[in-house]
């Protein structure tokens, strides 16, 4: 495919795009400038996803390092230069974007995440799987504490998803209702790694004590 061919192909593609991200992101009357960075945003976002293979190291209570069974993660990364990992906390974050353009591709994302989760619902916050992730890590920031946690950030984008579905979205139910065994899993494992001085409160653990 070259030459004229796939110049028109292109451009019906490029068409396609801002069509479909006027309709979903209802952005007329604004300049067009900023119209343009919005759409440089999204497409980085887009372009930031990635899959990612391998086993986490986690640090035990004895000082040790043990290794998760090596797992699958689709996720959106922070930067694919710099930062070419997923990251829990950022994770809720970058699909309340995504959701907004492909609830499906949401949901692969967050289904992955909870697809991590440890028999006891703890999620590792920092995802360094694969070679090529590890080598941008310093040795003593590879290993993930099983005491460490992030404000639930995907609870939010879980929330986005079900506000913007449509009234009857079966693969959204559907979804949700396979997903949330390991939610309530999740919300059990932070009420008590995670609580805070007064009943009901949290405080969010990490490397200070």
Known sequence: ??????????????EAFHARFQETFQLRGLPQEQVAFAQASLSAMLGGLGYFYGSSKVKMRDGGLAETPARPLFTAVPSRSFFPRGFLWDEGFHQLLVGRWSPAIARDVIAHWFGLMRADGWIPREQILGAEAV???PDWAVPQHPSHANPPTLLLAIEALLDGGAVNDSATAAWLKALFPALERWFAWFRTSQAGAKKGSFRWHGRDP
């Open 1 to 14: 495919l070259s030459g004229p061919e796939l110049s028109s192909k292109l451009q019906r593609a490029s």
């Open 135 to 137: 080598s941008k890590v």
